[in-house]
């Protein structure tokens, strides 16, 4: 029998299609990403679509030390660009991830003010945005549209270390939609539906950007039969990349009393059931998708137990690569029958 990772072409003969190593395939070099809070907040936190935030957020959980608010962008960027040499010491060029909050819930004049300041750092060569999918519009996506294709910017350039010169920098739009299920949404207070998140999707690969987009596995009310099934909607979305988290109750958010109240209302994984489960989900997930992330680490001070212990992402990814081995399967297996 053929071998999905062959079949399919996976890069570095894996059985999924791996987002590591993506960009050094596509722009010649390694790219690594730079944590940005350029000090947006979100409408499910200030009134205007609701108040507290989602349920299962506390966002100082999810940035690095150096990414903090008041900071100017450069500075955050030339931190981060220090932090991150430790580990890749050859990397030349960086993308600006604006991460923290809603990176799109401003006035368009403001936006293009930070983004534009944020690419005229040396070694940025394109910028990240994460975002709502109810935080954009018509008049932000033509925006990013021109700007990738390098109608803004004049005499921007960056050469890039197989000595071509980008004349327009990489912009990659990720949206948090978390289910494919309007219930799930609601109860977790997202303060929007699953159908703004597709039409969202769907005017920004119109245009011809990356989109990426962001799940949580786990949240309260699903079923793990609802998660697979979740696959086919996800397989329907126009995006070319997809992050997924495991569910982690982080200290003093109301997710963290729903849990203490209900905790039959949640599927809960241990680290080999999760491993099997992510297998299921991957035999579903088209073999075009690439899988950025399938699990999600949280500093142990947010959290009141780490029950799969310190376990690093790169100790689960090769977990995942010996449980699919194992298993005799890949992505998108069960779609190819």
Not at 74 to 102: N, P
Not at 267 to 287: A, I, K, Q, T, W
Request: glycine residues 8%; contains cysteine.
């Amino acid at each position: 029998m053929e071998c999905g990772c062959q079949k399919y072409g996976f890069p570095d003969g894996k059985r999924y299609n791996s987002f590591v190593g993506y960009f050094k395939r596509k722009y010649g070099e390694r790219l690594q990403k730079i944590v940005l809070d350029a000090g947006f907040t979100c409408p499910n936190r200030d009134g205007k679509v609701g108040r507290g935030g989602c349920t299962y957020c506390d966002n100082a959980a999810f940035h690095p030390s150096y990414s903090t608010a008041g900071k100017g962008l450069h500075q955050q960027m030339d931190e981060g660009i220090e932090f991150h040499k430790v580990r890749y010491r050859t990397t030349e060029h960086y993308l600006a991830y604006f991460q923290s909050f809603s990176n799109t819930y401003a006035p368009l004049e403001r936006l293009k003010s930070l983004y534009e300041e944020a690419l005229s750092h040396p070694q940025v060569v394109g910028i990240v945005i994460g975002t709502r999918p109810d935080c954009v519009n018509e008049q932000k996506l033509d925006y990013l549209a021109d700007l990738s294709q390098g109608k803004i910017l004049d005499g921007w350039n960056r050469e890039m270390s197989d000595g071509q010169l980008r004349t327009a920098p990489i912009v990659i739009v990720e949206y948090g939609i978390e289910s494919c299920y309007d219930d799930t949404l609601l109860r977790i207070n997202r303060g929007h539906d699953f159908d703004t998140a597709r039409r969202a999707i769907e005017m920004t690969a119109e245009r011809g950007m990356d989109v990426g987009v962001h799940f949580i596995l786990g949240l309260p009310g699903e079923t793990k039969q609802m998660m697979l099934d979740s696959c086919a909607m996800i397989n329907a979305l126009p995006v070319r990349s997809v992050k997924f988290h495991q569910l982690q109750i982080v200290k003093g958010t109301r997710m963290e009393q729903e849990y203490a109240e209900r905790p039959q209302d949640f599927e809960r994984f241990s680290l080999d059931e999760y491993l099997d489960f992510f297998v299921d989900m991957l035999e579903r997930l088209r073999p075009d998708l690439f899988i950025e992330r399938f699990v999600g680490e949280v500093p142990p001070r947010f959290v009141n137990e780490t029950p799969w212990g310190l376990i690093r992402n790169v100790e689960l990814l090769r977990l995942l690569e010996k449980r699919l081995e194992y298993r005799g399967t890949w992505q998108g297996r069960l779609l190819s029958r």
